[in-house]
DNA sequence: CTCCGATACTTGGAAGTCCTAGATTCTCGG
DNA sequence: CCGAGAATCTAGGACTTCCAAGTATCGGAG
């Protein structure tokens, strides 16, 4: 399998970067340490949801119409909310349509508007697929409570800073 | 441009993930806001490196190259270092390729291995790139150096449990 | 010395993300 | 009321990542 390195690679990183006086290490670090993480937990998070045919992408769609109040809302609102490009919510749902999971139909109103509506069978996956990955704690389970409470607080700034929500 | 929310989202999925008793709601908000972080840095780097036409992860084999002692390394070797799919280096390697920044020449001595050897080309890029990048902080400017130090001993514990490398 | 499992890389395919560029449809100011 | 600009979605392309399979080579067991 996975033979583990004999040292910490991105300390490794820092070192080099140290020595060749390229500045900002600990940030080249965080960062470095982020872009990691994120691999791990997808990873884990995937394979979970693997057995019941979806991807954490596709699960967080379908889980935010499970949670609107009529399981349906247009494209434009979730990409706004899941927090990703309007043309990832287009991808994103034609493969929910195509499981069956979701359904297109018109804005009432507005047609430009396209709603996407949460199946009976698009609900009934999604409350396993949420039981499945709270069994694995998202791939974070040796994080302590007060951790993963750090990591969002730390965050938080950043994706403030980024114009994500209003304070 | 990208209109804020008045909320925070990740702070709304919590709220609903509590209200429909889905659990590991802790987990579920680290890694969203893991998964976001990786995005919004990413994004900021990849936009600092485009004038030089390079991507993050062109840029993370080629830095590697470069800390080498002799400027090149087996393809294997880069991705257990760079922490990534081999099939990813061979990808990365021939986009740098054919930028003429790095040239791949036979292992001496065992001819099943490649090596990937950075060109004087690619050294001067790096170096530009790594300058380019300390500018931007790695799009983690907001954070205190303080703040950076925890993120990377959080999820040092991470890798560790992932097996990235012995303690 | 030969054979067969382990290693190293590449190929082809599937996913996801983003961007640029359309085609529709709405809205509001003149 | 009508036309220009804004808003909404989709199409096509670039990029990364991974997996499964295939080819070539090495190295140790018998």
Same mark, same amino acid.
């Given at each position: 399998?996975?033979?583990?390195?004999?040292?910490?690679?991105?300390?490794?990183?820092?070192?080099?970067?140290?020595?060749?006086?390229?500045?900002? =290490? !600990?940030?080249?670090?965080?960062? #470095?340490?982020?872009?990691?993480?994120?691999?791990?937990? @997808?990873? /884990? %998070?995937?394979? $979970?949801?693997?057995?019941?045919?979806?991807?954490?992408?596709?699960?967080?769609?379908?889980?935010?119409?499970?949670?609107?109040?009529?399981?349906?809302?247009?494209?434009?609102?979730?990409?706004?909310?899941?927090?990703?490009?309007?043309?990832?919510?287009?991808?994103?749902?034609?493969?929910?349509? =195509? !499981?069956?999971?979701?359904?297109? #139909?018109?804005?009432?109103?507005?047609?430009?508007?396209? @709603?996407? /509506? %949460?199946?009976? $069978?698009?609900?009934?996956?999604?409350?396993?697929?949420?039981?499945?990955?709270?069994?694995?704690?998202?791939?974070?389970?040796?994080?302590?409570?007060?951790?993963?409470?750090?990591?969002?607080?730390?965050?938080?700034?950043?994706?403030?800073?980024?114009?994500?929500?209003?304070?």
């Amino acid at each position: 399998m996975n033979v583990p390195l004999p040292f910490d690679p991105i300390d490794e990183a820092r070192r080099n970067w140290t020595v060749h006086g390229w500045g900002a =290490t !600990d940030a080249m670090s965080a960062a #470095t340490s982020i872009t990691r993480a994120h691999q791990i937990i @997808l990873h /884990r %998070i995937n394979e $979970a949801l693997r057995p019941l045919g979806l991807t954490f992408s596709r699960f967080e769609a379908l889980a935010l119409l499970h949670f609107s109040r009529t399981g349906a809302l247009p494209l434009g609102k979730m990409g706004v909310r899941l927090m990703v490009h309007p043309t990832s919510v287009t991808n994103t749902v034609d493969r929910l349509e =195509t !499981d069956g999971l979701v359904e297109r #139909t018109p804005h009432p109103g507005d047609r430009r508007t396209v @709603l996407a /509506r %949460i199946t009976p $069978a698009g609900t009934e996956v999604v409350v396993k697929a949420a039981a499945a990955l709270a069994e694995i704690e998202f791939g974070l389970g040796v994080m302590p409570a007060t951790s993963l409470r750090a990591i969002d607080t730390t965050i938080r700034d950043v994706r403030l800073e980024a114009g994500d929500f209003l304070p």
